[in-house]
């Protein structure tokens, strides 16, 4: 008894950390997307002031189509991360390419502005998706029901090899809290707009009062 539980301590042990390292490393991904993103939009912004007064109206819109973006995700009811690839963001999207599709330079600065103005744009619809389609988080839910029930079983088998007084109890205790609180920071960690820890909007914020200058 005492070998299974001591096997079942090591892999929990070991799987818990994996786990935490996981989770975290997609919460750094999201929060790295954003930033990104964040500073992809302030380039394309300063790219259309360098082309000059014809591009107001992409300017214009990329402002609207970035605010309405972060209302939606980050609404005073709740993050809605999903909104990332809504009907309206793509639509919004599509709309600030044709825009800028349909500038017309006249010399050689306004033609490279242009030009960059069209790959920023790419960029920034690559960040978006690349968010997207991570919010699935990296931990999946039968993994953890098998790691849940393996801290159970310890538990369990703790209990059969002593004799209950306070001071078993409250050590007890303390190691079940700590445990719970490592799943509880997986879970808040694989969801990054949700929960304690969700991700600030603040460089996204940063990128809009940018462009508003």
Not at 5 to 22: K, N
Not at 181 to 203: H, K, T, V
Request: contains cysteine; glycine residues 6%.
């Amino acid at each position: 008894m005492k070998l299974v539980t001591g096997l079942i301590a090591t892999i929990t042990a070991l799987v818990l950390g994996l786990l935490i390292a996981s989770a975290n490393t997609s919460y750094d991904r999201q929060s790295s997307e954003l930033r990104t993103l964040s500073a992809n939009i302030v380039l394309l912004d300063r790219t259309l002031e360098f082309y000059g007064p014809d591009a107001k109206i992409a300017r214009d819109g990329l402002r609207d189509a970035v605010r309405q973006t972060h209302d939606r995700i980050w609404s005073p009811e709740d993050a809605r991360p999903e909104d990332l690839d809504s009907m309206e963001t793509r639509n919004a999207a599509k709309a600030n390419i044709e825009k800028l599709l349909s500038l017309s330079p006249k010399t050689d600065l306004e033609r490279m502005m242009q030009s960059r103005a069209i790959q920023e744009t790419e960029s920034i619809s690559q960040s978006r998706l690349l968010m997207f389609e991570g919010l699935g988080g990296s931990i999946q839910w039968p993994f953890l029901t098998v790691l849940v029930f393996w801290i159970c079983m310890l538990f369990l088998s703790f209990g059969l090899f002593v004799r209950f007084n306070a001071t078993v109890t409250v050590t007890l205790f303390v190691g079940a809290i700590s445990v719970a609180g490592a799943i509880f920071l997986i879970l808040e960690l694989n969801d990054p707009y949700r929960g304690l820890m969700r991700i600030s909007d603040e460089p996204l914020r940063n990128a809009m009062a940018q462009i508003d200058r």
